[in-house]
C-alpha cells in the first residue's frame, strides 16, 4: 500500500510526520542524517528512512511506495530540492513543497543589517571586521569562513550536536569552546546569553524565516548592539505552509485553542481558578518576562504582539497556548487588539482556533479593595505610556475636576510625576491621592501622597492612583463660558449668545475633528473643545496676537485639546487631517475657496457660518448654490443686552447676527 512520503530534515517536516501520526496516517519520512533520525519522535505510524539518496533512488521510492510527496528539506538545499522535483517528474507524482514563513518584518526597529547572496561574500566582510563572530548558519559552509586565520580565530560555531557536525568543525580547524552543539529551537533569551558569554560582537545568520528562528536572532543582535551578517535566500520560494498540506491533502486541519488571561495584579494566589486552570493546561506561555517568569516549567516565550507570537505558533502549532496579561483583560489590555489579530490570523492559516479570554482581578478593583472605597462611581482613565498624549491629559483632567473618584492607571514613576504636575498646574492640588505600588507583591506599598509630592517619587515599578476630589466641580449638561471668562484683549470675539447657539447648530459627536476658521479669541473653540476630551479643534486664524490669546484661553480652561494654526484659510488647510465640522466665524472673503478646500477635504461635514454684514449674507447665498447641502438652517439672531442710565435699565441693541448651518455633501 502506497503512503504520503516526506523529505524532511527541518521543523516543518517533524511538525508534518507528527500530525499526520497524531491522526493515525501511515507515511515514509526520509531524512539525511542519523541525527534527523533521531530528533523524530518514534512511532510506528513513521517510517522512517536514513541517508542521502540520488535522483535515481528517489524515483524508485516515489514509483513503488509513495502517492504523495512533500518537500520540507531546508530552503538553502537548493540541489535536494532540485532532485526530489526531478524524480517526481518522473514517477508521475505531484510534488509539494512546504516553505517557511517570509522574512517580511524580520527587522526590529534599530537592527544593524548587512545582506549578502552568499557565504563566501559575507566571510570577506568578516574579514574587515573585529571582535567575536557568533556562526548560526550550520556546518555545511563552515570551511568558507573559517578558510581565513583572522576570521577562524574568532569564529564561534553554533552547529547540531551531531557527530558529522562536530566533525565538519573540527575539519574546518575549529575545537573546544568556539564549538557550540545545541539542538533548537532557541529564544531570544538563549541567543543572548550566548552574545554575551562569548564577547560577540558579530552575528550571521541565514535568512532562514521563524522557523530557523531569524527573527530572534535579530531581535538578541539589536539588544546586544551588534551588527546582523545575513545570508538572503538563494531565490523566492512558493508552496504551502504545513496547516495548509494538512488541510488540502489530509482533510486535517489543526485545532488549537488560545487563551488570552488576566493574571490579576501578580501574585498567584489572586488567580482566578478559571485563569490558573488556563496556564496549568497551556503547552506554550507567552507574556512579558516578568510573567512567563513566574510561570515557568514548560516553553515560555516574552512575547504579547501578535507579530511575534503568531511565527511561534506557526513553527510548534501547539493545541493550546496561553498569552498573560496584567490585571484584566478587559481594562486597558493588550488583549484588546491581540484577539481579533489572532482570528484573523487563523482564519487564513487552515488553522481551527479558538481564541478564548479570561478575566482577572485587575488593578482598580484591588486598589479599592485596599482602600475599603467602592468604584462603581468612579471614572477609569489610563496615562501609562501617554507622557505624550495631550488627549489622555484632558481626559485625566476632566475625569478630576468633575469626579469625586478617578482611577489612573500608570505605567512607572514617571508617569506618577507627570499625574502630579497636572493636578497641580491645574489648581487640582488639594485631591487625595491614594497610591498603590507592585500591589499584591512582596513590596507591596500603598499609601496617600499629595499631588505636589508626586514630584518625588522615584522608585521604578508598577502603580495605580485612586484620586479623591471631596469637592467635585458639577458638570453642566453643556459646558457654557460666559463672555466674562475670556481673556479678550482687542481682538474680535463672538459673543456667548450667538457662540452658544452656534456651537449647538453644529451638531457636535465624540471624536469630532473641528476646524475653526477665523477664530479670533478662540472663544468658539473652547467652547467646542469643552464638549469632550475626545473632540479635536483646530483654531485656524492669521493674525499673532489673537493667536497668542487662543493659546492663553486654552491654557485658562485646561483644553489640551486644541491646536493653533497661524494661517490663513484656505492655505492654513493644507496638511490637516480631514474634519468632520467647521466653523467659519470669518472668512476675510475667500469663502468659496474655503468651502471648496473642506468639500474635497472631509466630502461630507457639518458646517456652521456666522453673518454681520449683508456683503457676507449675499456671498453665502450665492456661493451655496454651488455645493450639494442639506439640512440648510437661517436663523437671525439680534440681542440686546441692559445698561444701567440713573436709576433705570435701558436695552440695547447689539448688531444682529445671522447663522447658517447645513451639512455639506459632494460638490453638484
Known amino acids: ?308 507570537i503568531i511565527p511561534v505558533l506557526e513553527r510548534e502549532i501547539p493545541e493550546r497556548a496561553a498569552v498573560l496579561f496584567s490585571g484584566d483583560t478587559g481594562f486597558y489590555s493588550g488583549a484588546e487588539k491581540l484577539a481579533p489579530a489572532l482570528r484573523e490570523w487563523a482564519y487564513g492559516s487552515g488553522m481551527e482556533c479558538n481564541v478564548k479570554v479570561h478575566p482577572g482581578i485587575s488593578s482598580f478593583a484591588f486598589l479599592a479593595a485596599k482602600a475599603g472605597v467602592s468604584y462603581q462611581d468612579a471614572k477609569l482613565v489610563s496615562i501609562h505610556g501617554c507622557s505624550g498624549d495631550k488627549r489622555a491629559a484632558t481626559e485625566l483632567l476632566s475625569s478630576v475636576r468633575y469626579n469625586e473618584k478617578t482611577f489612573v492607571l500608570l505605567s512607572g514613576a514617571d508617569d506618577v510625576k507627570l499625574m502630579g504636575r497636572l493636578l497641580t498646574e491645574n489648581s487640582l492640588n488639594d485631591v487625595t491621592i491614594i497610591l498603590g505600588y507592585q500591589m499584591s507583591y512582596p513590596e507591596e506599598i500603598v499609601g496617600i501622597i499629595r499631588a505636589e509630592d508626586c514630584s518625588k517619587v522615584n522608585e521604578q515599578g508598577l502603580y495605580t492612583a485612586l484620586v479623591i476630589n471631596s469637592k467635585p466641580a458639577a458638570r453642566q449638561v453643556l459646558p457654557l463660558f460666559s463672555d466674562e471668562d475670556m481673556i479678550r484683549g482687542k481682538v474680535p470675539m463672538t459673543k456667548e449668545n450667538i457662540r452658544h447657539l452656534s456651537v449647538m447648530k453644529l451638531g457636535l459627536t465624540e471624536g469630532a475633528v473641528v476646524y475653526d476658521i477665523g477664530s479670533g479669541t478662540g472663544s468658539v473653540a473652547c467652547e467646542i473643545a469643552a464638549q469632550d476630551s475626545s473632540i479635536k479643534v483646530y483654531a485656524i486664524e492669521k493674525k499673532e496676537e489673537a493667536c497668542s490669546l487662543i493659546g492663553q484661553n486654552a491654557a485658562k480652561f485646561g483644553l489640551a485639546n486644541i491646536q493653533i494654526v497661524q494661517g490663513t484659510a484656505p492655505e492654513a488647510l493644507e496638511g490637516l487631517e480631514p474634519p468632520t465640522h467647521a466653523f467659519i466665524g470669518g472668512s476675510s472673503g475667500e469663502l468659496r475657496e474655503i468651502l471648496t478646500v473642506l468639500n474635497e477635504k472631509a466630502g461630507r461635514m457639518r458646517i456652521v457660518i456666522n453673518a454681520v454684514s449683508l456683503e457676507t449674507i449675499a456671498e453665502i447665498q450665492s456661493t451655496l448654490k454651488d455645493f450639494r447641502i442639506s439640512e440648510l438652517s437661517v436663523e437671525q439672531i439680534s440681542v440686546s443686552r441692559s445698561r444701567e442710565l440713573g436709576n433705570y435699565h435701558l436695552m440695547t441693541a447689539e448688531n444682529p447676527v445671522m447663522i447658517a448651518s447645513f451639512t455639506m455633501g459632494g460638490k453638484s
Not at 22 to 43: D, F, K
Open 1 to 308: 500500500m502506497k503512503k504520503p512520503l516526506i523529505f524532511s530534515g527541518t521543523t516543518e517536516g517533524r511538525t508534518l510526520s507528527e500530525k499526520l501520526t497524531a491522526s493515525g496516517i501511515a507515511h515514509i519520512v526520509c531524512v539525511a542524517t542519523g541525527y534527523g533520525e533521531l530528533v523524530m519522535e518514534p512511532s510506528g505510524l513513521a517510517d522512517v528512512r536514513t541517508g542521502r539518496m540520488t535522483a535515481l533512488e528517489m524515483y524508485d521510492l516515489m514509483k513503488y511506495e509513495a502517492d504523495k510527496v512533500f518537500d520540507a528539506t531546508h530552503p538553502y538545499a537548493a540541489d535536494v530540492s532540485h532532485n526530489i522535483l526531478t524524480a517526481c517528474l518522473a514517477a508521475d507524482k505531484e510534488y509539494v513543497r512546504i516553505i517557511r514563513d517570509t522574512d517580511s518584518e524580520l527587522f526590529p526597529k534599530g537592527a544593524d543589517m548587512h545582506l549578502f547572496e552568499s557565504a563566501a561574500e559575507c566571510a570577506e566582510a568578516l574579514a574587515e571586521t573585529e571582535g567575536n563572530i557568533l556562526l548560526t548558519t550550520g556546518s555545511k559552509e563552515l570551511s568558507t569562513y573559517a578558510a581565513d586565520e583572522s576570521v577562524r580565530s574568532r569564529l564561534y560555531a553554533r552547529v547540531l550536536p551531531s557527530h558529522e557536525s562536530i566533525s565538519l568543525c573540527e575539519e574546518a580547524g575549529l575545537s573546544g569552546k568556539h564549538i557550540i552543539a545545541m539542538q533548537g529551537p532557541f529564544s531570544l533569551e538563549t541567543d543572548l546569553a550566548l552574545i554575551r558569554q562569548f564577547d560577540i560582537r558579530t552575528l550571521v545568520t541565514k535568512s532562514s524565516g521563524s522557523a530557523g528562528g531569524a527573527p530572534d536572532k535579530i531581535k538578541a543582535a539589536a539588544k546586544a548592539g551588534i551588527p546582523v551578517y545575513m545570508i538572503g535566500r538563494p531565490s523566492e520560494e512558493t508552496g504551502l505552509s504545513v496547516n495548509k498540506v494538512l488541510a488540502e491533502y489530509f482533510g486535517i486541519r489543526n485545532r488549537m485553542t488560545i487563551d488570552l488571561v488576566g493574571i490579576g495584579p501578580g501574585e498567584k494566589d489572586l488567580l482566578t481558578a478559571d485563569a490558573a486552570d488556563s496556564i496549568e493546561k497551556a503547552d506554550i506561555l507567552f507574556g512579558a518576562s516578568r510573567m512567563v517568569e513566574a510561570y515557568g516549567g514548560r516553553r515560555a516565550y516574552p512575547f504579547y504582539r501578535a507579530e511575534d
